[in-house]
């Protein structure tokens, strides 16, 4: 056990930004985490969204040492805590499984952490926890007397109490129900602004790593595809892996035939599109071209100042209020989406089996590299 | 008593679930899968203690020893707690001791048969049941060549001048030795089944909460298998403290016997013995009912209760 432990074997004071250096992380022959390196701005939200099995738990566990990188280093500023115990990092974690001590009372779970650092104030700063989420009431019940989404807050509540450098959340908020979801991801949010902690949050929900988080790191098969603010990995994914994973995307491989300014010239399935130069992720060859639902307009008639506009078949109309939303068949035999917001004065009128024009804004397409296999995989597992 | 437990759990369970009319039909399958094991009970464990209770209560017939009449005669418990009480010291005493080491080397056992043994874990397994496959008798009367004067374990000890009274056998520590060795079982199997149990989460989040290794052993693990210890320390006290056989194979005729000895002698050995040996019997068993009381009422697990 001394073994790992670099001298002092106590708690580290470590503060700043959390660095992971590339880490990998092999199970035997099975690699968990491949080469994977990232900066955690300190007091930032960071979301890590990612299909299941992707290596999310694996990657927070290495950094609160509950598993060691079979290569790379972990930091924190300029501490490198690659090796040390759990229990001297600054770093707390709110478990998947919740894993609330079943002998002790809520009261004593949340107070658990602040006992051992010595804070003689445990009981106190433990009321304090439970009052944050909600819990207050159930303190003398043991977690077995719970339901699941109070066993969840209750996890959360004996991380925060313990004010850590970096607290990582692994689907803290996956037993919820949506109102409660909704309700503890903006107290999250809440929580994080005000006191200032790195956030680092699993989850594979996108909509809540987009709405809470500060960055966006997309995971899969142990790699980060793509990280960066929400509204930048909607606006302009760079693999198709993303474009499907991280909301939906109307795609179509084809291959690139030429320039136009500073637009790429594209063939997809018969029809010419274009995709701004810096939009898109190759420049020759074969490409995947895309664009989101919501940037797609409608219509019976060909678009004026065509260049991008496609002929479809109306499979599927469906109208949620708000919004129609629309099932096509485009020329190269894939379906593609189409919302519509119910902005006009007269009801839509195509229906199924109606002949229509697709057009957008060809400065909303983006081009990735063409890989139908991760396409295949992104849109299974999203 | 653990087993009537048990069986009325499992009988209300299969009955439970049964919704509507159903449920009505359920309850008299549940008490119609009860009545074998009730059966049983009532006669060949509840009759038996009640005839034995009478026979406690029995006077001798004067001047025809073995020859007994009805009576409620109280002075065979007199008897039996005032001329036996230091038996009935040794017996909890031993079976005490024997308890508290089989904790000592079952727990660490337990432990890493569930945390440590990986691939090996089914081989421990095997290696903590297969004397069950051999005779407790014979077992036992492997130790006393094991533990003999002669023996590799008294002679090592003699050597290094570590046995003040020269030998092992026939004093309490081979008593102590044969009760803790037997038993063992009965305390391993527990505490591992509940240390199997844990979620090894709930022991990673101690150490994430900044307990270290023995603190979380302390506060988390050793808690969290307590079901397993209590359960454990049961089941070898209470046979424990009723043993006869390490006493009579292992111990001394006249230091170590414990009351399990004095029952037998009673019964078998002394002529109008049996109500006083009915006597210790029910002593005993009110003794050691009133120390399991406590004891699970004071480290409190709803789980045996
Ligand atoms: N101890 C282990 N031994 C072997 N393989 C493991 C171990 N822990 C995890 N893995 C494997 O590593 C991969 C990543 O697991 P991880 O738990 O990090 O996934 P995840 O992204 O958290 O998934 P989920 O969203 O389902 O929780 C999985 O394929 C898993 O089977
Ligand atoms: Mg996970």
Redo the contacts between chains.
């Keep these: 056990?001394a073994l790992f432990s670099t001298g002092s074997?106590g708690?580290r004071r470590a503060q700043g930004d959390l660095h992971l250096e590339a880490v990998t992380k092999e199970f035997a022959a099975f690699t968990a985490v491949d080469d994977l390196s990232l900066t955690v701005p300190r007091g930032s939200f960071f979301a890590l969204l990612g299909p299941s099995g992707c290596g999310k738990t694996t990657t927070l566990r290495m950094v609160?040492?509950?598993e060691q990188p079979t290569r790379g280093r972990v930091l924190i500023g300029d501490t490198d805590l690659t090796g040390s115990?759990?229990?001297e990092r600054p770093?707390?974690?709110v478990?998947q499984?919740y894993?609330?001590?079943?002998?002790?009372t809520i009261r004593d779970n949340v107070a658990?952490?602040p006992k051992?650092?010595g804070d003689a104030d445990a009981a106190r700063s433990a009321e304090d926890a439970l009052e944050l989420v909600q819990m207050s009431a159930m303190a003398g019940r043991k977690p077995a007397q719970l339901s699941g989404g109070q066993q969840q807050r209750v996890a959360l509540a004996?991380a925060l109490v313990?004010r850590p450098e970096v607290l990582l959340l692994d689907e803290p908020l996956g037993a919820l129900d949506l109102k409660l979801r909704r309700q503890m991801q903006v107290e999250l949010k809440r929580i994080q602004t005000e006191v200032g902690l790195t956030f680092i949050h699993v989850t594979h929900d996108q909509e809540e790593a987009m709405t809470m988080a500060d960055t966006v790191a997309v995971m899969n098969a142990g790699r980060i595809e793509q990280m960066g603010h929400p509204e930048e990995l909607y606006d302009l994914p760079r693999t198709s892996f993303v474009a499907n994973f991280v909301g939906q995307s109307n795609l179509g491989t084809g291959r690139i035939t030429g320039a136009d300014g500073h637009d790429l010239v594209v063939e997809v399935a018969g029809t010419t599109v274009r995709i701004p130069r810096d939009r898109s992720a190759v420049t020759s060859g074969p490409i995947m071209f895309g664009v989101r639902p919501e940037k797609v307009r409608i219509s019976t008639e060909q678009p004026a100042g065509a260049g991008n506009d496609v002929k479809a078949t109306v499979m599927d109309v469906s109208f949620t209020g708000v919004a129609t939303q629309f099932l096509v068949t485009v020329p190269s035999g894939a379906v593609w989406g189409v919302y519509e917001q119910n902005l006009d004065v007269e009801r839509n009128t195509i229906r199924p089996g109606d002949a229509v024009w697709l057009g957008w804004d060809s400065g909303h397409a983006f081009g990735v590299e063409a890989d139908e296999a991760s396409a295949e995989e992104a849109r299974v597992a999203s | 008593m653990t087993a009537l437990a048990h069986t009325a759990g499992a009988g209300t369970h299969a009955g439970g679930p049964a919704p509507g009319q159903g449920r009505r039909r359920g309850g008299i399958a549940a008490y119609l899968l009860l009545l074998p094991g009730a059966l049983w009970l009532v006669l060949f464990f509840l009759l038996p203690l009640i005839q034995l209770f009478a026979v406690s209560l029995q006077s001798g017939f004067p001047g025809y020893p073995g020859y007994y009449y009805r009576d409620v005669n109280a002075g065979n418990y007199l008897t039996a707690i005032t001329q036996f009480a230091g038996h009935f010291g040794r017996s909890l005493l031993y079976a005490g001791l024997a308890t508290f080491f089989a904790f000592v080397l079952a727990y660490p056992l337990a432990y890493a048969m569930a945390f440590k043994a990986g691939r090996w874990r089914n081989v421990m397994m095997i290696a903590v049941i297969a004397p069950f496959f051999t005779s407790f008798i014979l077992r036992t009367i492997a130790w006393r060549q094991i533990l003999a004067d002669e023996g590799p374990v008294a002679r090592v000890l003699n050597t290094l001048h570590l046995l003040p009274g020269g030998r092992i056998t026939e004093t309490w520590v081979a008593v102590v030795a044969g009760l803790t060795y037997n038993f063992l079982p009965f305390m391993v199997l527990p505490i591992y089944a509940s240390l199997e149990r844990a979620?090894p989460?709930?022991i990673?989040?101690?150490?994430?909460?900044?307990?270290?290794?023995f603190?979380?052993f302390r506060?988390?693990t050793l808690?969290?298998s307590?079901p397993g210890v209590i359960a454990g320390t049961l089941l070898t006290f209470i046979p424990a403290a009723g043993d006869y056989v390490n006493a009579e194979l292992l111990g001394s005729d006249r230091s170590t016997k414990m009351v399990g000895n004095v029952i037998e002698s009673q019964f078998f050995r002394v002529l109008g013995g049996f109500p006083v040996a009915a006597a210790l019997s029910f002593t005993l068993m009110a003794l050691i009912l009133a120390m399991v009381f406590v004891y699970v009422r004071r480290f409190g697990t709803e789980e045996l209760l």
Excluded: I
């Design positions: 056990m074997s708690f609160a040492g509950l115990r759990p229990y770093v707390n974690t478990f499984s894993a609330l001590f079943p002998h002790l658990f952490g051992r650092r004996r313990n | 979620d989460k709930v990673e989040a101690g150490g994430d909460l900044y307990a270290n290794g603190t979380t506060t988390v808690p969290v307590l």
